[in-house]
């Protein structure tokens, strides 16, 4: 009921932002064109308000709102986020075809060394929003770094909302009219707020979240499971302040509570009903990974969270169906523990890929978890060994027919699927051909470009 309001509030809120200028525009003016100024004129200037009030929803979607990340899910978010971002583009493009179609003496407006300030910062605008898109698709083609990536995709992002304010305020006309000008004041603000609230509340609000390791535990040669607990506060009423989430959820992690330092999101791999200790299982595959694996008891950790929508609490069915590639299996732990907790009787079932035998994780709790719990584990192995006699392969039609009960009783599930982009995109091709319900199909990857 409250995920549904907030859904409603929050689609309120983003339609208000998209439409108020386009819709205020001809209200002022009139809705034909004026002072002379051609329909396409027109158009652009359409165009061009609608691209910025896309620009500032771009902005605040992944800011890390929580209620906006429990409403929508982080794949949700930055999928919102990517497909918006491309209409701003697209926007923008037919806004400069249109400028130069009702006039085309306004080719001479890409000469920045001529052009008046407002071109300037138009062009400037355009030429950082297509680098931006440009480096987001190329970015595994050029194996840039995400850390470098991902500042360089601030910086843009920040570059095309100075110029694109500046080719409106210079623009004059635009903000000419008092209801204008408040209109765009509020986006500002607004935009100003959730950008301060992201990049200078969130950091330095965090010493009060910090933990201390307790433990880091290894699970195989390359994923660990780590072990926190809140660091003790004399002010605070019971002395810790402790971790509250939902099964499958999860939280940014960072090593250092200045502004700069690099923050990775891991999902909350315990039950939600541990009490004081939090642990992620990580797998050590780059500089982050590898720098957390160094920790060592009391070492502290900062954590941002609980962030997502990827948990069974928000919604009601008959059963679990997971499906979890690799280290995707720990939002499955942290559901499959708290269950246990909650003494729940429903039938669950679970999938697990791997690439080969050693990359298998929590085989024996799993098993531990199949006396409390009435759950079926399938281990499916990419590279099995000549010895294998489970599954192998992908996960297929077949195998989830074996697994599923009939139609009837399927479309009752919800279905959880989290890890590597491309296994996710497979599984929901094979969901889609078993005719499962798109509402009961959740999922979570492991990555954010
Ligand atoms: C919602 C969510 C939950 C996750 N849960 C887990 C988990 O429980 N266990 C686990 O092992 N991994 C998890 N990951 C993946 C984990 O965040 C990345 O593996 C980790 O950030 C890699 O950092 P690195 O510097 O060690 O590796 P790098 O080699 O620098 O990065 C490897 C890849 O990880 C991604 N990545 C890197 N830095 C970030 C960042 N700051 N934010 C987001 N993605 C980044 C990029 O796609 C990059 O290509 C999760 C990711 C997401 C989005």
Redesign the pocket.
């Known amino acids: 009921m409250r995920r549904q309001l907030e859904r409603t509030l929050w689609a309120t809120a983003f339609l208000a932002v998209l439409l108020a200028p386009v819709l205020l525009a001809p209200v002022l003016h009139g809705p034909g064109p004026r002072d002379g100024s051609s329909l396409l004129s027109q158009l652009s200037v359409g165009m061009g308000l609608l691209a910025t009030s896309m620009l500032v929803c771009v902005v605040v979607l992944p800011s890390r709102l929580r209620s906006l990340t429990r409403t929508l899910g ?2 949700g978010v930055l999928g919102i986020h990517r497909f918006v971002g491309l209409a701003v583009t697209l926007l923008v493009g037919l806004h400069i075809i249109l400028v130069v179609a009702a006039k085309p003496a306004n080719v001479a407006l890409f000469d920045i060394v001529h052009a008046p300030n407002r071109a300037r910062t138009a062009v400037g605008a355009t030429v950082a929003l297509g680098a931006l898109v440009a480096l987001t698709v190329l ?2 083609r050029l194996q840039q ?3 470098v ?2 500042w360089v995709h601030v910086a843009l992002t920040g570059s095309v909302l100075v110029l694109s304010a500046l080719h409106i305020w210079w623009l004059n006309h635009l903000v000419r009219d008092t209801a204008m000008r408040a209109l765009f004041t509020v986006l500002a603000v607004a935009a100003l707020g959730v950008l301060g609230y992201r990049w200078l509340w969130l950091p330095l609000r965090g010493p009060r979240r910090e933990y201390v390791v307790r433990e880091l535990r290894p699970e195989t040669s390359t ?1 660990s499971t780590l072990v926190l607990e809140p660091r003790r506060r004399d002010g605070h009423r019971r002395g810790y302040r402790t971790l509250e989430f939902a099964p499958g959820q ?1 939280a ?1 992690i960072r090593l250092n509570p200045s502004i700069g330092a ?8 315990s039950s939600a009903h541990v009490g004081l200790w939090t642990e ?13 694996r160094q920790l060592r008891p009391g070492s502290p950790v900062w954590v941002d969270g609980p ?2 929508a ?1 948990t069974l609490d928000l919604r009601r069915c008959t059963g679990l169906v997971m499906i979890a590639g ?3 299996i ?2 499955m732990m942290s559901m499959l523990r708290t269950l246990a907790h909650r003494r729940d009787r429903r039938p669950h079932r679970l999938v697990v890929v791997a690439r080969t035998l050693d990359d298998l994780l929590f085989r024996t709790e799993l098993s531990q978890l199949q006396q409390k719990l009435d759950l079926t584990v399938i281990e499916l192995l990419r590279q099995p060994p000549p010895s294998w006699t489970g599954a192998s392969g992908a996960v297929d039609e077949d195998l989830l027919t074996a697994l599923l009960p009939g139609t009837f009783r399927r479309n009752q599930l919800d279905y959880y699927l ?1 890890g590597p982009p491309a296994m996710v995109t497979d599984v929901l091709t094979v969901l889609d051909g078993l005719d499962v319900p798109q509402p009961r199909i959740h999922t ?6």
Do not use: K, M, N
């Not at 992620?280 to 957390?292: A, C, K, N």
């Not at 979570?444 to 470009?449: A, H, M, S």
């Open positions: 982080i794949d970015r595994r770094r995400y850390e990536w991902r994923v999860f940014w690099q923050e990775h999101p891991f999902t909350i791999a992620f299982t990580i797998r050590h595959s780059g500089d982050f990974t590898s720098e957390l962030h997502g990827f690799g280290v995707g720990t939002p989290c979570e990857q492991f990555d954010l470009v």
